[in-house]
């Protein structure tokens, strides 16, 4: 799932990874292997999360829609969130911000692989509801995957800034925003995570995910379980997460469904 819900800051790079293996680890990374074709896929998540902010506390639940196309070592993927957010009792329900993802693999070596992606978040949710940010968030980022015999590994690095600067923030006292997937003015973003095969077509691992604001704003780490499977064309997951640093949420789940055409 992408940064938090819909991608602010976390492009699904730091979830699993693939095996070279005859028995292959389901992952994330559809469309970053570098094969020939052109791939359709269509994607479905749910997620049901609980919050204590500084000046807020609740709980929210989210349908995510996405859509991707793959071709070789490059991909497009659209992400579309609405929630339905509890806010100090108060009740708001409405979109997310759309979060559009351009993937490239650059390197694509045997079991070793990496990339560099551009994630646009266009503000499409309430801010004022804390559904959106309120403007658009500029995210660049790399990443890399290494597909060990018994255990996937993935890790990336990247960039958060909102057109606008701090002012465009400021309305939202200059800290982590919105509610249901919280991030800084600018910050720097990581995610790492680890896949172990449990058996053909299922796996399981961890993975951790945060950031830390440049100049003014708050850090955050979140880390968590997650388990894929795959029966042909579907890819599944299920991750499992407690907000361990900034109060990006308390705790979190979500189960994402991904159809390859």
Known sequence: MGHGDAGHGDAGHGDVGHSETRCAVPGAHRGHAGAHG????ASLGIVVADYDATLYSGDYQG????????????ALEVKVPAYRLSENGREVRGLGDVMVHGHATVLHRGRRSAGVMMMIGAPTGSARDGLGMGHT??????WAAWALPSVSLTGSLGYGHALGGAAAHASHGGGMWPLVDPMNAREVTYAAGAVAPLACGLAAGARLRGAAPIGSGDARLAGGAVIVWRVGQLDTSFALERGLVGDPFGSRGALEAAWTF
């Open 38 to 41: 052109l791939k359709l896929a």
């Open 63 to 74: 349908t995510i829609v996405g859509a991707s196309l793959a071709f070789g070592r490059f």
């Open 137 to 142: 968030m500029l995210m660049p980022e790399v």
